[in-house]
């Protein structure tokens, strides 16, 4: 029986053939750009510094610390006091769950990288699978439902966190996930089926997402909310109190829920910072180029395009595919507009076109976030105040805003407004044109996008770096240390020249060296001894006052004195003597004395303290603290 090209052409695969075969070439793309993550396990890492490194070592350590710690405290950094999980940013949704494994069912600790880089892939094939569900009520055409549901994970901005360092920032699912959700209730609404099943299961999924990191919570809330307003105001459905009730509901709940299992968990509350330095600092702020700035490792650049790279915070390429198809549309409104004039009018009467304008209006709400309260230009000679931005507003009604200063990370439902809008609009003219060329468009436009992600999946497989944090023969200059120490003799490890990050006072805070700190987090992941350095999440600026004190010629103070002795053991202090020499010129490169200032004096702490030397090789030496 011969089969006809039309009913070729006609054949359309199920939902579930659709979503396994988007799956699959996921997996193959996945496989491509990060398969040595999989298949050399303890091999590789996807970041060996700063926010990267310390992501990795506090998920690491809060799984193998003693189960005594129980699931709610790290206590591996910021030692005596150590910290509440949320504060790690160690991703407690994931790292919580394989704690628990880890204790009852089989231990992962030799393992706990490697599994969460496994998490995090999942995220890939999490974001697939949302954006099949998404696309086919959007878009007719399968193959471009199959292709961009595959694409674009890579494409959008929050992958690009992956190589940064902020591992739990890189899930695009959780945007793609209000975007299902609020195209499924907004559906069941124009239809009169019933929503509230619907809205009790985006709650659960909106607070997980808060669970994953914080940044959601506000995210979600901006995109939800601005969601219900474009949609009920313009139309005076806020009347419709389960419509307006469930916009409530979806803004506020997870907030709440989430602060209140952060509130009764944490037992430093009261000792925290209620404002974050750093609000309105400019690299955190989106700068508006950037949505037109084509990354560096990229091949199609677009047409016009800013010369400098934006900071990390402000990547937020909109793409090859949705600039180059919006500016083949202006084209078309110059060249034919009688043709676009008669595709607009009908574009507008279909439902998918009334859904993504909300989107769009929703996504703008974030992106008037993202450039900050005040937004300089012509090179900072004229700033204007942002009456757009929900946080103009909520910062005169609580200092508590501020703590969400990195801005810049709103503006991620735009792109995925953008892009939608750009593909359904592109299906849709290709239904409703005759004109053959359209065609010969659509595969230039499906090649762009097909390019970006083929660079895209390149750039992530040459960026894979050797394991320095658990693999033992990446530092080799610790094993003779190591061959010396008895670890259970001590109580926790000092390194000097001392570091403490994330006490939201940038006159206490004191920045680690890459090279120190990485030294610092082999030691404690092979001894399991706590650092009594920090790098967290809102330490409460009481304990590295007292940390601090360590290093004054009275040394600490009684209290702190008193903490340490308890232990009845002494402190292995990790010392580095590159930074007083004159091999490392660290401290000569603070800006902020006071950290200059606590970088100097470690070279008097032996002789201060009394320490006695157990090992030494190079300029690394180990120092036996007996506190008195």
Request: hydrophobic share 50%.
């Amino acid at each position: 029986m011969r089969t006809s090209f039309a009913a070729v052409w006609r054949w359309r695969p199920s939902h579930n053939l659709l979503l396994a075969l988007a799956l699959l070439f996921q997996a193959l793309l996945v496989m491509r750009a990060f398969g040595q993550l999989v298949l050399q396990p303890g091999q590789h890492l996807l970041v060996t510094t700063q926010d990267g490194a310390k992501n990795y070592f506090t998920f690491q350590a809060y799984i193998q610390q003693p189960w005594q710690n129980g699931l709610g405290w790290f206590g591996l950094m910021n030692y005596p006091f150590g910290d509440y999980v949320f504060y790690t940013d160690n991703t407690p949704l994931l790292a919580i769950p394989v704690r628990l494994w880890s204790h009852y069912i089989f231990d992962l600790t030799p393992y706990a990288l490697d599994v969460y880089h496994w998490l995090l892939l999942l995220g890939f094939f999490v974001s697939t699978a949302l954006l099949v569900a998404i696309l086919r009520r959007l878009v007719q055409h399968w193959g471009l439902v199959l292709i961009f549901a595959v694409v674009l994970p890579w494409l959008n901005p929050q992958t690009s966190r992956l190589l940064v360092g902020h591992f739990n920032l890189s899930y695009s699912w959780v945007v793609l996930l209000a975007i299902w959700g609020l195209l499924g209730l907004y559906e069941r609404a124009q239809t009169g089926r019933p929503i509230w099943r619907w809205v009790l299961g985006l709650l659960l999924g909106f607070i997980a997402a808060g669970l994953a990191h914080l940044y959601y919570l506000p995210l979600l809330a901006l995109t939800t909310a601005g969601f219900f307003a474009w949609w009920l105001l313009p139309r005076q459905q806020w009347r419709s109190w389960s419509l307006s009730g469930a916009g409530l509901l979806l803004t506020l709940v997870p907030f709440a829920v989430c602060f209140l299992a952060i509130r009764l968990s944490d037992g430093y509350y009261a000792l925290r910072s209620m404002e974050a330095t750093g609000f309105n600092f400019a690299p955190w702020k989106l700068q508006l180029s950037a949505l037109i700035r084509t990354n560096s490792y990229e091949t199609v650049h677009f047409w016009l395009a800013p010369r400098e790279q934006p900071t990390y915070e402000s990547v937020a390429y909109l793409g090859a595919f949705a600039l180059f198809g919006l500016t083949f549309f202006a084209g078309a409104c110059v060249v034919r507009r009688p043709a676009v004039q008669r595709f607009q009018a009908a574009w507008r009467a279909t439902p998918e076109r009334a859904f993504l304008g909300v989107l769009l209006g929703a996504a703008l709400v974030g992106l008037a976030v993202s450039i900050g309260t005040e937004y300089s230009v012509a090179d900072g000679q004229y700033t204007f105040q942002n009456y757009f931005s929900a946080f103009y507003y909520l910062q005169k009604l609580t200092a508590a805003v501020t703590h969400f200063r990195a801005v810049a990370r709103f503006s991620w439902p735009f792109f995925w407004a953008v892009n939608l809008l750009v593909l359904a609009s592109l299906d849709f003219w290709l239904r409703f044109s005759r004109w053959p060329g359209r065609w010969a468009v659509m595969v230039a436009l499906v090649a762009l996008a097909l390019l970006d992600t083929r660079d895209t999946v390149k750039h992530y497989r040459k960026s894979l770096l050797p394991d320095v944090l658990t693999n033992e023969k990446e530092f080799p200059e610790l094993q003779p240390l190591l061959q010396q120490l008895h670890p259970e003799q001590y109580q926790a490890i000092l390194p000097v020249p001392f570091f403490h990050v994330g006490s939201e006072d940038m006159a206490l805070t004191v920045d680690d060296d890459n090279a120190h700190s990485l030294h610092a987090y082999q030691l404690a992941l092979h001894t399991n001894l706590p650092l009594m350095a920090s790098k967290l999440s809102r330490t409460p600026q009481a304990h590295i006052q007292q940390l601090r004190s360590i290093f004054s010629p009275q040394g600490p103070t009684p209290k702190l004195r008193q903490q340490l002795r308890a232990a009845g053991k002494p402190i292995l202090v990790l010392f580095d003597q590159s930074y007083y020499d004159g091999t490392n010129l660290l401290s000569r490169q603070q800006t902020n004395p006071q950290a200059r200032q606590l970088i100097e004096a470690g070279a008097a702490l032996p002789a201060q303290q009394q320490l006695t030397l157990v090992a030494e090789t190079g300029n690394l030496r180990l120092y036996r603290w007996d506190v008195r």
